[in-house]
C-alpha cells in the first residue's frame, strides 16, 4: 500500500507523518487526529456534514485527500471555539437560536459559516443561507439554523462597522 509523508497543521497543531494515498481528508482527520466531529454522512459530497476549512476555505473532506491537503492549515469544529471555551461567534449563534437538534450536521454548519466570516468578511444573510444550501440536517431543524444565521449575519456588520 503506496503511503505518502505529509505535514500540515490542524486546529493551531502541526501533524506530520505517513498517510495511506488513498485515505480521505475525513477518515485521516476522524481516525489519525483525533477530530472525531468531522461527521460522515453521505460519503460523496451532499450533505455537507463533513465541512472543515482548509486554507480558509469551507471543503467537503469526504471529497479530498489527506494528501492532498499537506502543507495546509486545516480547521475542524473542535478548532473554532477560543482556548478558554469562548465560543465562536458561529457556535454563539447556533446556541442561542437553538440551531441544533441532535448535532450530526452541526460541525459542518459551523466550519461552513465560520470559512464565511472569517475577519475582513461580512456576508449578508443571503449570501450566508446560500452557502448552506448544501448542508443537509435530517432532523429538518432549519428555522433554528435560519435564526442563527441571521444573528451571525448582524454580529459580522457590527463587528465591521
Ligand atoms: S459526508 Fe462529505 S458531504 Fe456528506
Ligand atoms: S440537528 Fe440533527 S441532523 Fe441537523
Redesign the pocket.
Known amino acids: 500500500m503506496s503511503e505518502h509523508q505529509i505535514h500540515l497543521r490542524i486546529n493551531g497543531l502541526s501533524w506530520s507523518g505517513a498517510v495511506e494515498a488513498r485515505q480521505s481528508l475525513?477518515d485521516f482527520l476522524r481516525e489519525r487526529a483525533g477530530c472525531t466531529g468531522v461527521?460522515?454522512?453521505?460519503?460523496?459530497?451532499?450533505?455537507?456534514?463533513?465541512?472543515v476549512v482548509v486554507d480558509g476555505r469551507a471543503v467537503?473532506?469526504?471529497?479530498m485527500l489527506a494528501v492532498q491537503a499537506g502543507g495546509s492549515e486545516v480547521v475542524t469544529a473542535e478548532g473554532l471555539a477560543a482556548p478558554d471555551g469562548t465560543l465562536h461567534p458561529v457556535q454563539q449563534a447556533l446556541l442561542e437560536e437553538h440551531g441544533l437538534q441532535c448535532g450530526f450536521c452541526t460541525p459542518g454548519i459551523v466550519t461552513t459559516l465560520a470559512a464565511l466570516t472569517a475577519p475582513g468578511r461580512t456576508p449578508s444573510e443571503e449570501e450566508l443561507l446560500a452557502a448552506l444550501s448544501g448542508n443537509l440536517c435530517r432532523c429538518t431543524g432549519y428555522q433554528g439554523i435560519r435564526r442563527a444565521v441571521r444573528r451571525l449575519a448582524r454580529a459580522v456588520r457590527e463587528v465591521a462597522s
Open positions: 475525513a461527521h460522515l454522512g453521505c460519503e460523496h459530497g451532499v450533505c455537507g456534514a463533513c465541512t467537503r473532506s469526504c471529497l
